[in-house]
């Protein structure tokens, strides 16, 4: 339960006040955000095995199928993929489990600027599935730094 709610407050933090960011492909749900690693906390950045920078972000997937309305079990699954800016510059993500062990949340950290862009594109594979699922999206970060 304690690891429920810290998942879903990275995720709201992200997000901010907005739409959910989610996809959704038939009962397979990927949550989804990325944000400044400054915004975590010391020891959950220990807990994830996170360095702590204002010129890095995170990226969080957290793959679940959803077994009736409402009602959601973990999944587990990988993924790939890539964060570009604007100018075209390329950072090839490498998702892990998140150091807790649990297959169903991947993490990834990039480099970030002050005020950048980033559009990100993933191909998540969940455990069981006979496609990729897309996740793509497009998030600006803020730094300490200007």
Do not use: C, W
Not at 20 to 42: C, E, F, K, N, W
Not at 102 to 107: M, T
Request: charged share 20%; aromatic share 6%.
């Amino acid at each position: 339960m304690k690891r429920a709610l810290l998942l879903l407050g990275l995720l709201l933090l992200s997000a901010g006040a907005s739409a959910q960011q989610l996809v959704r492909d038939g009962s397979i749900v990927v949550h989804y955000a990325a944000m400044s690693t400054q915004d975590l906390s010391p020891a959950m950045a220990r807990q994830y095995g996170i360095r702590q920078d204002s010129k890095r972000g995170m990226l969080l997937l957290n793959l679940q199928r959803e077994t009736a309305p409402g009602k959601t079990t973990p999944l587990h699954g990988t993924a790939t993929g890539t964060a570009r800016n604007l100018m075209g510059d390329l950072q090839t993500l490498t998702l892990r489990p998140a150091s807790d062990g649990s297959a169903q949340d991947l993490i990834a950290e990039f480099d970030v600027a002050h005020l950048e862009f980033l559009n990100f594109d993933i191909d998540v594979r969940p455990e069981g599935s006979t496609r990729p699922l897309k996740v793509k999206f497009q998030q600006q970060f803020f730094t300490d730094e200007n």
